[in-house]
């Protein structure tokens, strides 16, 4: 594998801060930024509902044992009583009693639902393990986003040292420019042409500098610190040729269709709207439950002759409830569950066509990068040599203004297209890995 090691000789810190700057390596960006940003916070918190939900979902299939108890007090009613002869006499079979108490202790346990409880825990244990691909989703997004504004950001502060550069050089170049011209060798409009080139170097500058304080509050923004804080790379891009570059598209394709999280939350949602609607089916079959009660009352209806007296009685027995008619209640129920899998269906099909082009484009992308990184890399050094050769020439008086001028320019462009290449390299090779799946 060839490795083309970028040197940045020329990185440094140009800019005087009132407080002292952070210096933050890439993985350490990474690490804070999943731990503190509010968008992997809210992912994180919707996969503990969704898997409470789904948790939830599992206990209607267990007995459910409830307790319930009553206290009450009752209206005086007249008492019913047998005369008897001799020796039973007076019995009295209903007395009147104003006071009544029950406590009862119920267990259930569903035999026969239509599938609709199984169904309904199989869809909230599937949509538990969709949002857990959303959160990787969220994650990979994150780690994208922390890795361009971290290169962004090397990207500005590189950039401004080597338009500094360029102005101290300029400065040095017009100063000489003007000597020669007090002794008859150099023209005024030579001197105006190094002076109007001079202020264009510095408008740009100028430009640089605040592009580092956006690049900066950007990547603070993502790692959830102080926007104000100066943040300054630690790390310079090293360009490697990605092995994926060497692999065929079509791989890529078929490595990305089993690893993209969103590919996997879309078909874990197609699986829980097809069992949703065989739930909703279900509606159409009786409900059969076992249960069995004890009760502990005073006075308890079960017992005869009432008295104001605590008795437990126990029953056990199945139930069964069929909704005969419910107005095509199901039905409808039923053709919304299948036009929703309908639905999450086609947008899989649609998804995997989008997962397709993004590794497509990425690829492409990062070939067409590693190309202009090469011919940076050659460029740089030629304008260097260049205006090595040239400075020394037009000390000499061997070469003009107007070249000398020309190779410093030369040399700023080399400089900026090189570092320019080099990060637009190094995100896409990071973009490629995402669209493929890869952990970056």
């Known amino acids: 594998m060839k490795i083309l090691r970028i040197a940045a000789p020329f990185f440094c810190i140009g800019l005087a801060a009132a407080q002292p700057k952070v210096a933050l390596r890439l993985s350490d960006c990474i690490v804070q930024a999943l731990e503190r940003n509010p968008s992997i916070q809210v992912s994180q918190a919707k996969v503990r509902a969704a898997e409470a939900k789904s948790s939830e979902a599992g206990t209607a299939l267990l007995p459910q044992v409830k307790f319930s108890g009553r206290a009450a007090e009752l209206s005086s009613v007249p008492e019913f009583s047998l005369v008897l002869p001799p020796p039973i006499g007076t019995r009295t079979l209903f007395p009147s009693i104003t006071e009544s108490y029950l406590m009862r202790l119920t267990i259930q346990q569903p035999l026969f639902t239509g599938s609709r409880l199984s169904k309904n825990q199989e869809m909230a244990e599937l949509n538990a393990n969709a949002a857990q691909e959303d959160l990787g989703k969220d994650r990979s997004d994150l780690v994208l986003n922390v890795v361009t504004a971290y290169w962004n950001l090397y990207r500005a502060n590189t950039m401004e040292v080597v338009l500094r550069q360029t102005v101290e050089q300029i400065t040095e170049h017009l100063k000489n420019v003007k000597n020669l011209s007090q002794q008859g060798m150099a023209t005024d409009a030579d001197v105006m042409k190094v002076q109007v080139q001079l202020s264009d170097i510095k408008v740009k500058h100028i430009e640089s500098k605040n592009s580092i304080r956006i690049a900066s509050m950007v990547l603070n923004s993502l790692l959830g610190q102080s926007l104000e804080l100066e943040t300054v790379t630690a790390d310079t891009p090293v360009v490697a040729q990605e092995s994926m570059l060497a692999a065929d598209l079509r791989s890529l394709e078929m490595k990305a269709r089993e690893r993209r999280p969103e590919l996997k939350s879309m078909q874990l949602r197609r699986e829980m709207n097809s069992s949703n609607v065989t739930a909703a089916k279900g509606g159409w079959y009786p409900q059969v439950y076992l249960a069995a009660n004890y009760d502990y009352a005073n006075p308890n209806q079960r017992v005869f002759p009432q008295e104001a007296k605590w008795n437990g009685t126990w029953d056990i027995g199945v139930t069964l409830q069929w909704n005969v008619w419910d107005w095509y209640a199901t039905k409808h129920q039923t053709a919304q569950a299948e036009a929703a899998l309908r639905q999450s269906e086609a947008g899989l099909i649609q998804m995997n066509d989008v997962v397709s082009l993004d590794v497509a484009q990425q690829y492409y992308s990062a070939q067409t990068a590693a190309e202009k990184v090469e011919v940076a890399v050659g460029g740089m050094e030629q304008a260097q040599e260049s205006y090595r050769i040239t400075s020394e ?39 490629l890995k995402k669209a493929v799946g890869d952990p970056l």
Do not use: M, P, W
């Open 393 to 431: 020439k037009f000390k000499n008086g061997l070469a003009s203004n107007a070249d000398l001028l020309d190779a410093e320019i030369a040399l700023l462009q080399a400089k900026l297209t090189h570092t320019q290449s080099s990060v637009e390299y190094t995100l896409a090779a990071a973009r």
